[in-house]
């Protein structure tokens, strides 16, 4: 089984900033968040732990991982989506568009949303393969909890994946295939 958590909150999430690949730490809200996940998945075994290297998520990991003994493998495919120019500043009006894959935008120098369902993809074909007998905890962003969404769930080309995002803290589960998709 794969689970997927997102970080905890942030300063910037509850002031509606725009962070990427920008690494800004859990404001308590996170921490009380990601203490709240940590209960909630006492009673889940997993195996390994794998966390983006960004200090949200990594901090979410370590909490969760206070009274368990797992490893945490640093993976930088886990890293959220690089938004250019928007980092730091307020979400934009057309947030929606920048999240759709079937919009090839450039604008403000994020990083493509190919590039990144690349990124992504790449990585979870990897797990599926190597990790298969294994329960895993992914813990990361926001738009790679959508892609992660979308590949599992095969809904990558529905419009915008800003809709498919985990709230913050937020929990999910697959059963990776018994065969590689093919992306």
Same mark, same amino acid.
Not at 34 to 42: D, E, K, V, W
Not at 49 to 54: D, E, Q, R, V, W
């Given at each position: 089984?794969?689970?997927?958590?997102?970080?905890?909150?942030?300063?910037w999430?509850?002031?509606?900033?725009?962070?990427? %690949?920008?690494?800004i730490?859990?404001n308590?809200?996170?921490?009380?968040?990601?203490?709240?996940?940590? %209960?909630?998945?006492? /009673?889940y075994?997993?195996?390994?732990?794998?966390?983006?290297?960004?200090?949200? =998520?990594?901090?979410? =990991?370590?909490?969760?991982?206070? *009274? $368990?003994?797992?490893?945490? !493998?640093?993976?930088? $495919?886990?890293?959220?989506?690089y938004?250019?120019?928007l980092?730091?500043?307020?979400?934009?009006?057309d947030?929606?568009?920048?999240? *759709?894959?079937?919009i090839?935008?450039?604008?403000?120098?994020?990083?493509?949303?190919? *590039?990144?369902?690349?990124?992504?993809?790449?990585?979870?074909?990897?797990?599926?393969d190597?990790?298969?007998?294994?329960?895993?905890?992914?813990v990361?962003?926001?738009? !790679?909890?959508a892609?992660? /969404?979308?590949?599992? /769930?095969? =809904?990558?080309? *529905?419009?915008?994946? %800003?809709?498919?995002?985990?709230?913050?803290?937020?929990?999910?589960?697959?059963?990776p295939?018994v065969?590689?998709l093919?992306?």
């Open positions: 089984m794969i689970y997927v958590v997102r970080h905890g909150s942030t300063d999430n509850d002031k509606k900033i725009s962070m990427g %690949s920008k690494d730490p859990l308590d809200k996170g921490k009380a968040e990601a203490l709240n996940t940590a %209960s909630l998945l006492q /009673n075994d997993f195996d390994l732990i794998i966390s983006s290297p960004l200090m949200r =998520a990594l901090e979410t =990991a370590n909490i969760i991982n206070k *009274d $368990r003994d797992n490893q945490i !493998v640093i993976e930088d $495919r886990l890293t959220e989506r938004l250019g120019e980092e730091g500043k307020p979400y934009p009006a947030n929606a568009e920048l999240w *759709d894959i079937n090839n935008t450039s604008k403000y120098g994020v990083e493509s949303m190919q *590039d990144f369902k690349d990124r992504v993809y790449e990585f979870i074909n990897a797990l599926v190597n990790y298969a007998d294994i329960d895993v905890l992914l990361t962003h926001g738009g !790679v909890t892609l992660i /969404n979308c590949y599992f /769930n095969n =809904a990558l080309y *529905d419009g915008p994946i %800003s809709n498919k995002f985990l709230k913050n803290s937020e929990i999910a589960s697959y059963m295939h065969k590689k093919e992306r």
